[in-house]
Each structure stands twice: as structure tokens, then as C-alpha cells.
């Protein structure tokens, strides 16, 4: 191989309609940081079988005079006698890169294609390990094709565009910006990323794959300034459409991201759509069509970001029957005051034909989550339809104060699934009662959620089910206008219709969902839901305090860093806050965001834990800490990564968020406590009240379930006059399905007899 063409200071080139192959570097253009720039002109032309094709560095302020138009830069082996006789075979252990970038800022930086005009192509990059790869520079990239940038070296590579200012500084990635300046990546493995720039735009670009390996399409890192992912086309991933990953990078004050109008297909698995973490600053996802994912959009460690807005997206999910984990169309974990609304959610229950209606209960159906809340304080969410879920919203631990009104659960076993939550955590506080509404209702308003089903005969799905010791018998759901019909007696944590049939829907669109459509379309949500003027935080504060006198414990702690972050000001909470560290973590967070490593690592080391949560978050900030000031670049060493997942897989009740934290530096989102209705009886019986047996849906056509049948061991069907139509033999499982085909339609009674001859007999009506 020959070493190319150097271009020095006050040179120019120009390549036109040539063919150049075999290379270590094929042009080279150092600058030298010279007032003299050196040019370039190349276009039309072939360059294949170079290490590098083309190099540019060190040029810095002002206009940079050179361009790359219509060009086909090829990497791959060299085959013999390909560029001429003589020729050895390159081998594959060096990497292949079209265009590479280093140290040049100023003015625009450099263009890659053409910004004005949308030819076919501007430039083609084929057969690579990285299409093209900017250090420390402004790079923006316009009407490029890349096809089959795969990892050829073996170097974790596969790269069409990456972008890395190490340490993080003033420099802009433009990627795509208008429907004429769009890019085309194709059979890469990974599309764009980008880690320590002051400011990302990634937009109208189209990747997908045929053929080749594709993980990720936008991932962008470390980002100081604002961050834009917007109405790309990205298709066929096998991991993540859009990830947004510990953003801001140290200087920085905060980071307004946003991802809008993208459509996004996975490959179903265990594929994600949108994954935001470790943002401060603002994030709106919104607009965004995902498809065939496993989770849709996933909100994680965002306790400091300033405003979180996920609206007016369509999700369909499903549930791949390969994961422990539950399946979800919007997963917030460990975010503060999220606004989640106007979403169209579909997930895949039944499982595995997916479609609905979800009628029945099993184990992979418990993990088609609609919506997940779990460490969410004052979450809203509202005006969502979701479908075809085990459970529409399922709310986990610690949701302070948070409101649902105005959704609709249709074709879902379960509206909502309480699990390990105190009911003081949800809602509003109405005398004895707890009632899930919004914020701006007064104590007799309805919060207007609904619950349809297609299977018509006044068949509801379940409205609230309760697991984990938590107390849903208290929490009030309002229907429209069917109150009376939530928790008859007050009591009852299986809310089952009672026989009087109900209408798919009832009612007209009350008030107070007007109210919140013509606020989304003014543009007000975000300022117009006041904090709840109920005291109920104050009252959870006091009950805390007075059941732990000399102990902070595990619940409260989690509340005082809520009201730590939220400046909550109150001498109760100012005096349990002077028994944690809790502010000087948050010191360490913003001495991290500035820079200033050496404060920070001071802080961790000054860090006196006072319980387990505390200690492995100084254990996780260490890591941190080590990983930012070394000379490895951004990936975990195998030591690294296991004392990281040691923090993660920790107890939860104990370790609480910094689990996530350190899942978040992982990359991982997994969350605690599995909802299985039906093999975790003792887990379920402890935590639900002796209600008897229950049938539904009621009405039925052909198949119905019994529920809390597992005392009882036969059944037995009989018609009005008493004469016995169907006999069965029962599993001694919490629920089980019957099925009764040719029974005409009319009333039935159900006898049931039980292993100590208790009995009990349901009405059945079959349409």
C-alpha cells in the first residue's frame, strides 16, 4: 500500500472524476492551524481500499476551503491486483474510514455533502468500520448515503457518523436538517451517535436495515447545550431507536432535548423506542409513531430535570416472552413530576396473538403495562387511550401525589394495578378516602377516566387491582357519570361491575376533559396543573417522623429527597434533612456537571453514609468519578461494570435510587416486583381481602373466568329450572377459565363446592 497525497499549508487539490485506491490515508489535509489554509475540491470521483480516505485537522476560525461532493468512498480488504499489479491485500485488523476529522472549529466547521441541493447522492460510504468519525470539531452532514458500515476491524465499531469532543466543548453536530438535506443509513450497525458536543441536531434522516446488523439508530451523549432528534425514519433496530444518555456533560447548566415526529420500528425482542437518562435540563418526547418495541419510551434517573413531557405519541408494544422484566408503553422510573398525555398505547394481550380483548389473566399478559410509575412524584397523566394491556397503569412505590384523569383503559384486564403503595402516595385526600384525580378538581369532581371493552353486554375491564400490601380499598375511581359504581361499599379492592349492565361508554365528555383538550391545544398543560393545596405531603412527613424517631427510613429518606430537590420548605423537613447527606449529593452532581472533578471526588470521599441507599450511592459515584477522569474513554472495564451491577441488583426496599442510579450508568432499566396473579397465591391472598368467588366478563359468550376459585375444587353449570348443563373439575389456582360452547343464551347459576364442602353459587348470563 502507498501512503497517499499530503496536502500542506497553502496547497490545494483538486480530485476530480479519479480513481484512488490502496492507501494508508489517500489525501491528507493538515493544516497546522496556519492562517494559510491548504484547499481541497473533490468530487466525482472513486476512492476504495483505503484505511482512510480522506483526513482533515487542524484548521480552525473562518471558512474552510474545500468540499466532497458525489463521491464513493469503499473500504473492505484490498483484493490482489485490484488497484493495479503489485498491489498486496490489506488486512482486515485495520479499521476503515471514509472521512476523518480532527481540531477544526470556527465559522460552520466542515460540511460533508451538499446543504444547498438534494441529489441522489452526495456522497456514498460503503463497506467501512465508520462512515465518517469528527474528533473534536464542527461537522454537519448532508445528503450522504451509508450502506454496510459494520464492525470489519473487530474494534466494537460499525459507526455511519460519530462525533466525540473529549473533553466536552463548544463544537455542533448537524446530522440531516430538512427533507433536501437528508442522509440515508443503511445495513450499519450503528447510525448516528455523539458524546461531549455543545449541541446535536439529528433530523430527517432515514436508516434502516435489509440485511446487515443494526443495534441503534441516535444515541447522543454528554451533550451541554440542546439536543434535537427529530422526524427521522428508523426501522429494523434490534436494540434502541433513540437514546439520549447522560446529558449534560460536565460545564454545563442544563440540557433541552427534544424528540419529536420520528417514526421508529424495532424489531419487536426486547427492542426500545425512545430511552431518555441522566438528563438535566427539559425533554419532550412527543409525536413520535413506535412500533414493534418492547418497551416504547422509557424515562429513567431524571429526579433533577426541570420539565419532563412525553405527549401525542402512538405506541404499539408487546410483550416477546423472552424477559423477566414486564413489557411497557411508557416507563417512568426515578423522573420527577413527568407529564405523560394525549398517548395512543396498544400493547399485545392477549399474549401471544396480541389484539385483545384482554379479558383473562396469566403470566406473560401480567406484563403488558400500558403506563409504569414507579419513584414519579407528582406525576400527571391524563387524556391517554390505552389498550390491550394486563394493566393500562401500573403505579410501584413512591409516586407522591401523582393524578390520572381523563384516560381511557379499553380492551385491558386492568385499569390500574397498585403494587407496594401506600395509598397517601397517589391521589388526593377527600375525608377518609383517597381519590385519583387532577389537581385543579375540587373534592366532588369525577376524574372522568373510563373503562370499554369491545365484548359489549356491559362487560368492564377490572378498574384497580391490588398487590404487595398495597391499599387500593381506599382509592376512590371515579367512572363518568357512574359514580356509585366505583368500590361498592368502599371496601372492595377487585372491582368487579356489578350485574346491572353498563354501556361500553357512558356519558358525554365531562367538563373538565374540555377543560384539559383545549388546554393541550393552547399550549398551557405544562403551566397549568398547580400543586395540590391538600397538605397531604406535610401529613405523610408527620406520620413518617412519628413512626421513625432516631431512624431515617427507606420511605422517608426517598420523600426528603423529593422535597430536597423540589424546595420544599418546612422546619419538619429541614430538620430530618440535617440527619442526611442528602444536599451534599447534590453537590457532588453539580460539581460533576461543571467540571470541577476534583470537588466532586473531595465530596464522595467526605461522604459519611447513613444507611444502605446512601453508601452505595457513594460506592456508584466513585466509579463515576474514576470512569471521567481516565484515559479509557467512556466504556466500563469488567471490574467497573461488576461493581456497578452489584449496586443495581441490590435490595431495593434498601438501595431505592441509587439502583437506578447505577442501572442508569449500566444502561439497564429493570424494575422490582413481578405482577403474576396467577402463581403467587400467598403473596396475592395476603394482600387482598376474602371477597368469594366472582365470574367474569358477565355477560359471556363462550368462555368465562372464575376468580378466587381456589378453596373450591368442582363446578357445576345449571339453567333456570335447575337442570345441570356443564360439570368440571377445578385447578386450585387463584383463577381459572371454563368454557361453555352450545349453552343458549340466558341466565345460569354456577354452583361451586369446595375440598371442606363450603359452597357457593354465582349468576352467570350468557349472550
Not at 196 to 213: I, K
Not at 303 to 310: F, I, K, M, Y
Not at 646 to 661: K, L, M, P, R
Request: glycine letters at 10%.
Amino acid at each position: 500500500m502507498w501512503q497517499g497525497i499530503v496536502v500542506h499549508p497553502g496547497g490545494r487539490l483538486v480530485v476530480d472524476n479519479s480513481d484512488v485506491c490502496g492507501a494508508v490515508t489517500a489525501v491528507k489535509i493538515n493544516n497546522g492551524f496556519s492562517t494559510s489554509a491548504g484547499s481541497f475540491d473533490i468530487q466525482n470521483s472513486l476512492f476504495r481500499y483505503n484505511y482512510v480516505n480522506l483526513e482533515v485537522t487542524d484548521y480552525t476560525a473562518g471558512t474552510y476551503p474545500g468540499y466532497v461532493i458525489g463521491t464513493h468512498f469503499e473500504g473492505g480488504s484490498l483484493p490482489p491486483n485490484s488497484c493495479g499489479p503489485g498491489f498486496p491485500v490489506a488486512p482486515t485488523s485495520n479499521t476503515f474510514q471514509g472521512v476523518f476529522i480532527s481540531q477544526v472549529s470556527g465559522g460552520d466547521g466542515i460540511s460533508i455533502g451538499d446543504a444547498a441541493t438534494a441529489p441522489a447522492a452526495a456522497n456514498r460510504f460503503t463497506n467501512m468500520d465508520r462512515g465518517i468519525y469528527a474528533l473534536n470539531s464542527e461537522l454537519r452532514v448532508f445528503n450522504n448515503e451509508f450502506e454496510d458500515i459494520q464492525d470489519i476491524a473487530g474494534l466494537n465499531l460499525g459507526y455511519a457518523v460519530y462525533a466525540e469532543v473529549n473533553p466536552p466543548g463548544p463544537y455542533e453536530l448537524i446530522v440531516g436538517n430538512g427533507s433536501n438535506r437528508a442522509n440515508t443509513i443503511t445495513d450499519c450497525r450503528f447510525g448516528v451517535y455523539s458524546t461531549g458536543m455543545r449541541l446535536v441536531n439529528v433530523s430527517d434522516n432515514t436508516m434502516s436495515a435489509s440485511s446487515g446488523p443494526f443495534e441503534i439508530g441516535v444515541e447522543v451523549n454528554r451533550t451541554s447545550d440542546s439536543i434535537i432528534v427529530a422526524a427521522n425514519t428508523i426501522e429494523n433496530f434490534t436494540n434502541t431507536g433513540i437514546i439520549l444518555d447522560d446529558n449534560p456533560g460536565p460545564g454545563a447548566t442544563g440540557v433541552d432535548a427534544s424528540v419529536n415526529n420520528n417514526t421508529l420500528e424495532g424489531t419487536f425482542d426486547e427492542t426500545v423506542g425512545v430511552f431518555v437518562n441522566l438528563l438535566d435540563g427539559g425533554v419532550n418526547v412527543n409525536i413520535n409513531s413506535i412500533d414493534q418495541v418492547f418497551r416504547g419510551i422509557v424515562l429513567q434517573s431524571l429526579s433533577t430535570a426541570g420539565q419532563v413531557q412525553v405527549d401525542t405519541n402512538t405506541i404499539n408494544f408487546g410483550y416477546a416472552g423472552i424477559s423477566t422484566q414486564a413489557a411497557g408503553g411508557i416507563l417512568s422510573l426515578d423522573v420527577a413530576e413527568p407529564l405523560i398525555y394525549k398517548n395512543i398505547i396498544s400493547g399485545n394481550c392477549p399474549y401471544p396473538g396480541g389484539g385483545g380483548p384482554c379479558n383473562t389473566i396469566n403470566l406473560n399478559n401480567s406484563k403488558i403495562r400500558g403506563i409504569m410509575l414507579y419513584l414519579s412524584p407528582d406525576a400527571k397523566v391524563f387524556l391517554n387511550y390505552i389498550e390491550h394491556s394486563g394493566a393500562g397503569l401500573y403505579i410501584l412505590r413512591d409516586n407522591l401525589e401523582g393524578n390520572a384523569l381523563c384516560n381511557e383503559f379499553h380492551d385491558s384486564y386492568s385499569g390500574v394495578v397498585w403494587d407496594n403503595v401506600d395509598t397517601a402516595e397517589f391521589g388526593i385526600t377527600v375525608g377518609v378516602t383517597n381519590r385519583v384525580a387532577g389537581t385543579m378538581l375540587s373534592s366532588t369532581t369525577s376524574s372522568d377516566n373510563r373503562w370499554t371493552s369491545t365484548l359489549g353486554g356491559g362487560f368492564e375491564p377490572v378498574r384497580s387491582f391490588s398487590i404487595n400490601g398495597s391499599k387500593a380499598g381506599t382509592i376512590v375511581w371515579y367512572y363518568r357519570n357512574a359514580a356509585t359504581y366505583d368500590f361498592p361499599g368502599g371496601g372492595t379492592n377487585l372491582d368487579i361491575p356489578p350485574a346491572t349492565p353498563l354501556d361500553s361508554v357512558i356519558g358525554s365528555t365531562s367538563t373538565i376533559c374540555d377543560i384539559l383538550e383545549d388546554m393541550f391545544r393552547e399550549g398551557q398543560i405544562p403551566q397549568a396543573l398547580p400543586q395540590d393545596p391538600s397538605g397531604q405531603r406535610e401529613a405523610s412527613l408527620d406520620r413518617s417522623l412519628a413512626s421513625n424517631q432516631t431512624v431515617i427510613s427507606p420511605k422517608l429518606y426517598a420523600y426528603l429527597r423529593w422535597a430536597y430537590s423540589n424546595k420544599v420548605s418546612d422546619s419538619r423537613v429541614e430538620t430530618a434533612l440535617r440527619l442526611t447527606n442528602i444536599p451534599k449529593l447534590d453537590s457532588i452532581q453539580q460539581a460533576w456537571q461543571a467540571g470541577n472533578l476534583t470537588y466532586a471526588q473531595t465530596l464522595v470521599a467526605s461522604l459519611g453514609p447513613i444507611n444502605v441507599e446512601e453508601l452505595l450511592y457513594k460506592q456508584a459515584w466513585e466509579v463515576r468519578l474514576q470512569k471521567s477522569s481516565g484515559d479509557d474513554g467512556f466504556f466500563w472495564t469488567e471490574e467497573e461494570e461488576e461493581s456497578l451491577k452489584s449496586i443495581a441488583q441490590a435490595n431495593w426496599e434498601d438501595a431505592g435510587t441509587a439502583a437506578v442510579f447505577a442501572q442508569s450508568l449500566l444502561g439497564l432499566t429493570q424494575i422490582p416486583h413481578e405482577w403474576d396473579v396467577i402463581t403467587d397465591e400467598e403473596l396475592r391472598s395476603g394482600s387482598l381481602p376474602v371477597e368469594g368467588p366472582r365470574i367474569v366478563p358477565n355477560p359471556a359468550t363462550t368462555t368465562a373466568n372464575l376468580l378466587q376459585v381456589h378453596d373450591y375444587h368442582t363446578y357445576e353449570v345449571l339453567d333456570t329450572r335447575g337442570t345441570i348443563q356443564l360439570t368440571g373439575r377445578l385447578n386450585g389456582t387463584w383463577s381459572q377459565t371454563i368454557e361453555f360452547p352450545g349453552l343458549l343464551p340466558g341466565l345460569y347459576l354456577v354452583n361451586l363446592v369446595g375440598k371442606g364442602g363450603q359452597k357457593a353459587t354465582l349468576k352467570l348470563q350468557i349472550i
